[in-house]
């Protein structure tokens, strides 16, 4: 079992920052990547961006060069850092982790971008 806590959503202004953190626990060997997605109100989940145990990443068109996904193996958190953010950026982002048993899900945090 992996268990996965997302922190860091919010309100923020068009062309503003944010981070998120997910901080995961449990079964940490059995992860192969972990993963931001984000679903909008009547929209599909859809991947935002992932990082595999090799450290590669790999980002949507929607996201490549304004967000950034890192991650600190020592405190077990992978981040989204998230700039030049858009209306259209609006979503509850989920986090991820893609391990040899299943998919596992954080609980979700709303972003939201308006003025």
């Known amino acids: 079992q992996v268990q996965l806590v997302e922190s860091g959503g919010g309100l923020v202004q068009p062309g503003g920052s944010l981070i998120l953190s997910c901080t995961a626990s449990g079964l940490l060997f059995s992860i192969k990547s972990m993963n931001w997605y984000r679903q909008a109100p009547e929209r599909e989940r859809d991947l935002v961006a992932g990082i595999s145990r090799a450290g590669i990443t790999n980002y949507a068109d929607s996201a490549r060069g304004r967000f950034t996904i890192t991650r600190d193996n020592a405190k077990n958190t992978v981040y989204l850092q998230m700039n030049s953010l858009k209306p259209e950026d609006t979503a509850v982002y989920y986090c991820?982790?893609?391990?040899?048993?299943?998919?596992?899900w954080g609980q979700g945090t709303q972003v939201t971008v308006s003025l």
């Open positions: 991820n982790a893609d391990a040899w048993d299943r998919n596992y």
